[in-house]
Structures are given as C-alpha cells and as structure tokens.
C-alpha cells in the first residue's frame, strides 16, 4: 500500500511517470488496473491493493479541485454517494468535482430534476453535512490515512 500512497501524494516523478505511460490513468489517485492475462508485473500486484486502499483513506478537499463530490470519502469514512443514495441518483453530474459544486464560498450542487417533497430532508441534510467543509483555495489536496482530521 506504500505505493498507492507514494502514487497519490507524489505530483511529478520519473516512476509515476513510466506507471501512467504503461497502464493509463484512472483518475488521479490512481493508474488503471492492468486486466491482461500474461505476465506479472510488480504494480499489477501493487494495484491489487487499491480497493484496500481507499477503503482506509479520506481525502482534505483543499482547493476541491482533484476530488470527487460523490465518489471520494471527502467527509470522514463514507463517500456522499453512499451517505445519499437517492440524492447521487438525480445528480446531474456522478463525477463532478467539489469545485464545481461551489458558489462564492456556498455549496451548490446540481441535480437533473427538481425534489419531491419526500427527498427535501435529504438535501438539508447533505447541506448541513457539507457546512462543515471549507475550502481554501491556496491549498492543495491532501490524502489522509483513515480517518484523521489532519
């Protein structure tokens, strides 16, 4: 799992560099897992631990810039896809960063309809759960193992 971290941490690098040429990028956490059925590669058996991975770690928004709203654990141990089921079905966008659901320092997300009377607690409940998280916009992103604030 050393790597995987090293991966996510580490902005430039000639080793990060011949990992993304040979497998691909996935998203910026992470290379592409290599499905091939010959050979056996030291990071193909690295990326067999990504699942592992990202189950135990959270991410510091920073600038929200390189996370996922919905599907990055941006808040504590849970991604808000999971926390909010129903809300990620009628987001308009499942991949959208945090950046682009910010307005002047307010959280604004998009969804593809308006709400039913019966989902308006949901999206109080993702507003008051998202109050919380500040981003700043000279920061970058950081990793953090588990749960840890810091």
């Not at 910026?28 to 991975?53: A, L, M, R, T």
């Not at 990202?54 to 996370?67: D, P, R």
């Not at 039913?116 to 607690?121: A, F, H, R, S, V």
């Amino acid at each position: 799992m050393k790597w995987l971290w090293r991966y996510g941490q580490t902005e430039v690098g000639f080793w990060k560099d011949v990992i993304k040429a040979k497998y691909g990028i996935q998203d910026h956490w992470c290379p592409k897992e290599s499905n091939e059925p010959h050979g056996v590669g030291v990071w193909k058996h690295i990326s067999s631990f990504q699942d592992d991975f990202f189950w135990e770690v959270s991410f510091k928004a920073g600038n929200g810039l390189k996370i996922r709203f919905w599907q990055d654990k941006l808040l504590g141990n849970s991604m808000l896809k999971d926390s909010f089921p129903f809300l990620f079905q009628i987001a308009s966008n499942k991949e959208a960063i945090i950046a682009q659901y910010r307005d002047n320092n307010f959280w604004a997300p998009i969804f593809r309809r308006n709400f039913q009377d019966w989902e308006i607690n949901d999206i109080f409940s993702l507003l008051e759960t998202l109050e919380s998280t500040t981003l700043v916009v000279e920061d970058q992103y950081r990793i953090l193992w588990g749960n840890s604030k810091e």
